[in-house]
């Protein structure tokens, strides 16, 4: 990532272009904004002044102005909206640091609601992940500490920390109340995975946008190819728990797939934060059947493409309403290496849909859930006295079957997904 910045008149001065995607991360372009022309109000700025002078004379304990102001800060900000903040030099260096797909802390991404930090999601393969901490939890306290009071930045510090250390989070999930300790470690993001479901039929998983996540899944539908010997027959797009990443990648991933498409465009007051964003012109899989899986702990680049590859028809996508971020973050770096990361935009899918707190809603609405296979063996043909024996060799059972067993308990939303594959696969025959 190149940063730019130059000398600040004033916190109006937009400093550095860059978009934030994820609710946990940002990406930052190489383009300067345009100043914004505004006149500061006088009378406003007047009284906050007033304000701190009678904070530093008359409050019963001695303030530092470092921290009186940073506050004053944090909360005009906090006041916008969850995803604007104010960026210490220390919260930068983290922020540059989570887009490179390395960095300490449990593996959650988060923010706040309602003065309660929310699980978006938490991050495959992470010790969140394997404590058992879901999408939608509300984390009350850290270590027996409210949260109620910290800004998101705060929240996320206390629970940062030197790898092997515990925290315990007391979580609201529905009408329970969990504590859960979890060992902090450092979160290495592998963004990409994948395997095959059945002959021919595939599956990628995308646990978060990063710079080369494009490629990647390019190179893993390759790959799965080569393990089939051929042209694959159908391939689930898994984007469920994918809090989003970089706008970019969520660009490159979608051209995989659409040809020559407008894949998301923004709208903002400031005419250089307004931009379309199009796949190129030929793509390597412009006809393979897929299935795009997405839930509530999909956000903001997870919804871009479910979004675009919805709207082009490109795609089915299958499961539960996605999380409803569409609000474009600008990083504007400060003197004394601190930033804001402002909300500038919105961004909306190639139909017009602006997604922002409604989020996408599935072409068919699929839910996890658990189903108990009936151990009894069936009764048929071969099993009565006296059946007639078949003409042809004998044929063994079908291990898909225990396989399917296996998914349906496992994943019923994966198992569904690969069903209308097959499905799909035999209409194209016909």
Known sequence: MIFKTRSAVSLLAVLLFGFAIGVGSTVYAERHVSEISSSLPVEEIRQLAQVIDRIKRAYVDEVDNEDLIRDAINGMLSGLDPHSAFLTPEDFSDLQESTSGRFGG???????????VKVVSPIDDTPAYHAGVQSGDLITRLDGESVQGMTLNQAVDVMRGEPGTDI???????????????????????????????????????????????????????????????ELRGLVLD????????LNASVDVADVFLSDKLVVYTESRIPDSAHRYHSRSST??????????????????????AGALQDHGRAVV?????????????????????????????????????????????????????????????????????????????????????????????????????????????????
Do not use: C
């Open 106 to 116: 449990l593996g959650i991404e988060v923010q706040m609601e309602d003065g309660l």
């Open 318 to 430: 299958m499961g539960t309403q996605t999380f409803g971020k569409g609000s474009v973050q600008t990083v504007l770096p400060l003197e004394n290496r601190s930033a804001l990361k402002l909300t500038t935009a919105r961004y909306f899918t190639p139909a017009g849909q602006n997604i922002q707190a409604q989020g996408i809603t599935p072409d068919l609405v699929v839910r996890q859930g658990q189903f108990a296979v009936d151990d009894a063996p069936l009764r048929r043909e071969r099993d009565l006295r006296g059946h007639l024996q078949t003409l042809s060799e004998r044929v063994d059972e079908d291990p898909t079957e225990v396989e399917e067993e296996e998914l349906i308990n496992r994943d019923f939303q994966l198992y569904e997904a690969l069903n209308m594959l097959k499905g799909w696969s035999i209409l194209q025959r016909n």
């Open 168 to 230: 315990t989070l007391t979580i609201m999930r529905g009408s329970d109340t969990l504590e859960i300790t979890i060992e902090r470690a450092i979160i290495q993001v592998t963004s990409i995975r994948s395997r095959m479901l059945e002959p021919g039929y595939g599956m990628v998983r995308i646990s978060s946008f990063q710079q080369n996540t494009g490629r990647d899944l390019a190179r893993e539908i390759a790959s799965l190819e080569e393990e089939y010997g051929g």
């Open 239 to 246: 984007l469920r728990n994918n809090p989003g990443g970089l």
């Open 284 to 305: 390597a899989y412009p006809d393979l059947p897929l299935i795009v899986l997405v839930n509530g702990g999909s956000a903001s680049a997870s919804e871009i493409v």
